[in-house]
Structure formats: structure tokens, C-alpha cells
């Protein structure tokens, strides 16, 4: 069971570096087309969108740099090992994405109030080679295992970006060549813009809440303190609990007050298993108790000289 645990997690994590190394290819070579491109025809739409890809390979590298620190086994030093640096990625990616976007539409703005001539004809070429790119990149970060790993979606985030980017190059050049209206470019630079800027946000509040311990948003406590006494007969009460997220595995410490047991492991193993099936809890510490502590006692910042209550900590079987 452990065995092909292990062997599904390792094959998602090589299909995850793979995934990552190929839409960096495709992006920094493409990039390079795209700040050429709109250097050449002084569009803006397509410097926005070379922008975002300049954004996105750093992005990418970083990603996957990320994937392989986590792959790094845990030690004495960081005994999680290092599964946070995917979150760590994914904070960064965000911010970087919200500074490139609000200079984006900095410049549009200006461009408002001086047009700047530009030549539709290219412009629309290299738009359409950049959707092209773009499309591929996206197509490679989503979907399967990409949807569950934040770093991935981040990542895939940044090239949606570009993806939309190209589509407004693309409008905006037609639109450039057929009526010679230059206000087309700042105007979709901006809409774009708007709309990564939206999901950039969400994804800087989604990274934040993890750094800082926040509990999972799948998970109710008040709820799962409730039905863990509903259902397992023998525990009375669920109380200091503290459920926080280390890369993609939630991780849970509680105090359960339970009816002295019969079998004490098997009680044990009963509490893990329902945290398992009903939370996709794997890793729990389980502190369990007759008589219910103190509150004071049960408080995080409290240093107290020696342990009060029996307790026993539990890592569920894989």
C-alpha cells in the first residue's frame, strides 16, 4: 500500500517537472520573439504580453525549482523537508504578476494621451505565433495532477496571462489594420490586465493564507469537531485543534476527551481513520485524554514546566 503510494506520488512529481521544463522552453524562446516583435512594431499589447512572459519564464523556473527542492527527503533541520517552497513560489509568482500588470496598465494609460504609430501587419503574425505558444503552455500546466498543486496553477496562471495578452495583440492588430484606430492597444492592454490582475490576487491571497498557518479552506472545525463525537461513540469532546497545510497534505494536532477505552490503539486508530476518510487527513497527532484540560492549559503560547496529561501522538499508515 505505502509502496504504490509512494510510486503514484513520484510519478506526479516527475510528470509535474516534465510538465514545468517544457512550457519554460516554449516561453523563453517565445518571449524573445515577442520583445523583438513589439520593439519592431511599437505595440504595446504585444509588449505586454512579451512582459508577462518574462514574468511567466522566471515564474516557471522557479516552479520548478520549487518541484525539486520538495522532492528533497526531510531531515533533523526541516522535518516537513521542504514542501513549503512550492507555496513560497507561488507567493512570489502572484507578486510578480500583480507589479508586471499595474506597469502594463501605467503605460497604457500614458499612451492615451500620446499614440504611438505601429504596424499592424507584424503585429498580427507574431500575436498569433504567441496564442499558439501560449495554448501549448497552458495545455501542458493544466489539467490532471496540475489542478491539485498550487505551484503548477500559479504557473499556470502567469501563462493564461499571456494566452489572454495574445488574443488582445490579435484583436488589436486586426482592428489596427483594417481601421487604423490606434486607441485599440492601450485599451486592450487594459482590459487584459484587469483580468489577470484578478486572478493574480486570489492566487496572492490563496499562497498567503498558507504561509501563514491558515486553516484549509475545504475544512470546517466547528463541523468536524461536532461529527467526530456524533460518530465515534466513545469521544466525548474535540477541542485545541490545528489544521494547517504543507504543500498539497493538510496536517491536524487536537485533544480528544474520550470514555476511558478498552482498546486504547484501536481508539486511536478509529479517530485517524475518520479523519482520513471524511478530511483526507493523513497525518495527525492526537492527544487523548479522560478528563477534559484546562483551558489555559491547551493554549498554544502557554510554557508549562511539565506535561500535565497522557497523551499519544499517531501518524496514520500509508
Not at 469537531?225 to 465515534?232: A, E, G, P, T
Request: hydrophobic share 50%.
Amino acid at each position: 500500500m505505502a509502496a504504490t503510494h509512494n510510486h503514484a506520488h513520484g510519478a506526479a512529481e516527475n510528470s509535474n517537472n516534465r510538465r514545468l521544463l517544457a512550457a519554460f522552453a516554449i516561453t523563453a524562446l517565445f518571449m524573445v520573439v515577442e520583445v523583438a516583435g513589439g520593439l519592431f512594431t511599437g505595440s504595446l499589447a504585444l509588449l505586454a504580453d512579451a512582459g508577462h512572459m518574462l514574468t511567466d519564464a522566471a515564474a516557471l523556473l522557479m516552479a520548478l525549482l520549487a518541484v525539486r527542492f520538495a522532492q528533497r527527503k526531510p531531515n533533523s533541520s526541516h522535518t516537513f523537508g521542504y514542501l513549503r517552497l512550492t507555496t513560497l513560489a507561488a507567493f512570489i509568482n502572484a507578486l510578480a504578476l500583480l507589479v508586471i500588470t499595474l506597469l502594463i496598465v501605467w503605460e497604457a494609460v500614458r499612451r492615451f494621451y500620446q499614440p504611438h504609430p505601429i504596424a499592424g501587419w507584424p503585429m498580427l503574425i507574431i500575436g498569433v505565433g504567441g496564442l499558439a505558444a501560449n495554448l501549448l503552455s497552458f495545455w501542458m500546466l493544466h489539467g490532471g495532477e496540475g489542478e491539485k498543486n498550487i505551484n503548477l496553477r500559479a504557473a499556470a496562471l502567469h501563462v493564461l496571462g499571456d494566452l489572454l495578452g495574445s488574443v488582445g495583440a490579435i484583436v488589436a492588430a486586426g482592428v489596427i489594420v483594417f481601421t487604423g484606430w490606434l486607441y485599440i492597444d492601450p485599451i486592450l492592454s487594459c482590459l487584459v490586465s484587469c483580468l489577470v490582475l484578478r486572478s493574480g490576487w486570489r492566487l496572492l491571497q490563496e499562497s498567503l493564507h498558507e504561509l501563514l498557518e491558515g486553516t484549509p479552506s475545504q475544512i470546517d472545525i466547528e463541523k468536524l469537531k461536532r461529527d467526530m463525537c456524533l460518530n465515534i461513540p466513545e469521544v466525548r469532546n474535540i477541542h485545541h485543534v490545528h489544521v494547517w497545510q504543507v504543500g498539497e497534505r493538510p496536517v491536524m494536532t487536537l485533544h480528544a476527551q474520550v470514555i476511558p477505552p478498552y482498546d486504547h490503539d484501536a481508539l486511536l486508530h478509529q479517530i485517524q481513520h475518520y479523519l482520513l476518510d471524511h478530511y483526507q487527513i493523513s497525518h495527525a497527532t492526537v492527544q487523548m485524554e479522560y478528563q477534559q484540560c484546562p483551558e489555559d492549559d491547551c493554549g498554544i503560547t502557554v510554557d508549562t514546566a511539565e506535561p500535565t496529561h497522557a497523551h499519544a501522538h499517531a501518524h496514520h499508515p500509508h
